[in-house]
């Protein structure tokens, strides 16, 4: 019974409390916890809207726009950063490419296909896919921003447990461009492509107090 009484106190606070959703930015919802201003989602999940464009802000403050969100799965997808054709460079290399803050819910799903150009001989000596069978010689040769790497080195890997999941590292002297391909399948064409970086994110203890009073029946 006492245990009962003091989930009933947690659930009517997070009740009264609830915080309320952003408004629409462009054509995106941004659901719950997800935050544009003050008044409005988790400030934790910080994002912007710009000119109607909804953007996720890197640890270095760049900002790279948001192109879904799938918030029954708690995942985002972002656009990655334009490589600039002539020099074969990633619009984020003066920054070492994208970095999610340390203390930040969001980090890089494991659901990515990472592709690396402009590399140097010494990216060899990781676990990466350089052959010419990886799917950055695909995108070299089908792909219009892709056409301005070729010739350089390319090397592609699955993000994965093994390597951080909030740093997409660029650089001279390593490889100085990127994209990435979410969900991509072995045999899928190119045009079946994703292109994105997909992010997922931690829920707030108040969404996870607020499923737990719902499966217990204390609130509707």
Known sequence: MLVVIILSLISSTHA??????CPKCGNLDVPYPLSTGDNCGNFNYKLYCNNNSLEFPSAEGFYYQILSINPNENRLIISPPLIQNNTCQSSDLSLGGLRINETSPFNISSRNTVMLFNCSGTILLSPLNCSSTSPCRLFEERVKEGKGCQNTL???????????SRH?????????AYTSVVAMKSGDSIDDWQFGIELQWLPPTEIVHFKIDRVLGIIP
Do not use: A, H, N, Q
């Not at 009264?16 to 959703?21: K, Q």
């Not at 390319?154 to 951080?164: I, N, P, V």
């Not at 997409?168 to 100085?176: F, K, T, Y």
């Open 16 to 21: 009264s409390s609830f915080p309320i959703e």
């Open 168 to 176: 997409i590292r660029v650089r001279i002297g390593g490889c100085s």
């Open 154 to 164: 390319c090397c592609s890997y699955l993000k994965d447990s093994s390597m951080t």
